[in-house]
């Protein structure tokens, strides 16, 4: 069985930073791709980022871009995000997600295979 673990959300100030961790118990976690999806109250899941099997092959969303860094550490089996100037329209439950065929990288939550149970990140104004 899959599982992934969501950890580093919280209540920060607008401006402020958080680093999301998410792990997984799966074995040959260096051949997966891994994404990160937020959703927000009343709103559909969005596509923030993804790594795929190398560390330099990444994808961003447009909320992602720029603000954000996503990084995987295959050693831990933990993969990252790194937010920075975060803004008020970054509240949202923030998922990880695995996609077991990692050699292409996807912004489609259909095409992730599992899932976490979310991290909450909540940005106060």
């Known amino acids: 069985q899959v599982q992934l673990l969501e950890s580093g959300g919280g209540l920060v100030q607008a401006g402020g930073s958080l680093r999301l961790s998410c792990t997984a118990s799966?074995?040959?976690?260096?051949?997966?791709?891994l994404g990160w999806f937020r959703q927000a109250p009343g709103k559909d899941r969005e596509f923030v980022a993804v790594?795929?099997?190398?560390?330099?092959?990444?994808y961003y969303g447009p909320s992602g871009k720029g603000r954000f860094t996503i990084s995987r550490d295959n050693a831990k089996n933990t993969v990252y995000l790194q937010m920075n100037s975060l803004k008020t329209g970054d509240t949202a439950v923030y998922y990880c997600?695995?996609?077991?065929?990692?050699?292409?990288?996807?912004?489609?939550?259909?095409?992730?295979?599992?899932w976490g149970q979310g991290t909450q990140v909540t940005v106060s104004p």
């Open positions: 997600a695995l996609k077991v065929d990692g050699s292409i990288l996807s912004g489609l939550a259909e095409h992730y295979d599992y």
């Open positions: 790594v795929g099997r190398s560390v330099d092959s990444t």
């Open positions: 799966v074995p040959t976690f260096s051949s997966n791709s």
